[in-house]
């Protein structure tokens, strides 16, 4: 599919892919332009386990400690981190990042919903996926002697709000 096909899934309309120049080579997006507003951003993500592996870390029981403290903190930084992770894009000045966890007992897995936020001039999905990732991706590291066989699925942005393009959330099919 060429850049001219793509459309946007949601409104039909022929969208350009903005990290590709008119060559079709790898760009980063020139902001300078663009006005600092206030932007918002949340995701989410699963990680699916035995009920023996939920009930040590719901109950505290689990011997390297409190294992949501670890990922909360993980997820944190590594919002922080994105643009050292993901070349394209821009070192930002994150003013709130959040990472929170629901215990789904009956599907023995763990919710990871991130919400990130600033004034800027680009928006932060990629940030609040990449606090979702690697809050997961950490709850894996620390659960894997118990349970190598964990699966994390679901990671998408659930909402984006502010900036040129305004708000988008995620239609209610899609979201669990």
């Not at 989410?44 to 040590?56: E, H, N, R, S």
Request: contains cysteine; glycine residues 8%.
């Amino acid at each position: 599919m060429s850049k001219e096909d793509t459309s946007n899934a949601n409104s039909g309309k022929p969208v350009k892919l903005s990290h590709l120049n008119q060559h079709g080579e790898a760009n980063m997006v020139d902001v300078t332009e663009k006005a600092m507003t206030s932007r918002t951003a949340t995701a989410q993500g699963y990680i699916k386990m035995t009920a023996q592996t939920l009930a040590l870390i719901t109950t505290g029981e689990h011997k390297k400690g409190d294992v949501f403290a670890v990922a909360r903190i993980a997820g944190i930084q590594a919002a922080k981190k994105c643009s050292d992770l993901i070349p394209l894009c821009h070192p930002l000045m994150l003013s709130k990042v959040q990472v929170d966890f629901e215990v789904d007992q009956v599907n023995n897995q763990v919710k990871v919903i991130s919400l990130c936020r600033l004034t800027g001039q680009t928006g932060v999905e990629m940030e609040a996926l990449t606090a979702v990732s690697v809050a997961c991706l950490t709850l894996f590291d620390m659960c894997k002697a118990a349970d190598p066989g964990m699966e994390i699925h679901g990671i998408k942005v659930l909402t984006k709000v502010g900036g040129k393009s305004g708000d988008w959330h995620a239609s209610n099919e899609n979201v669990s």
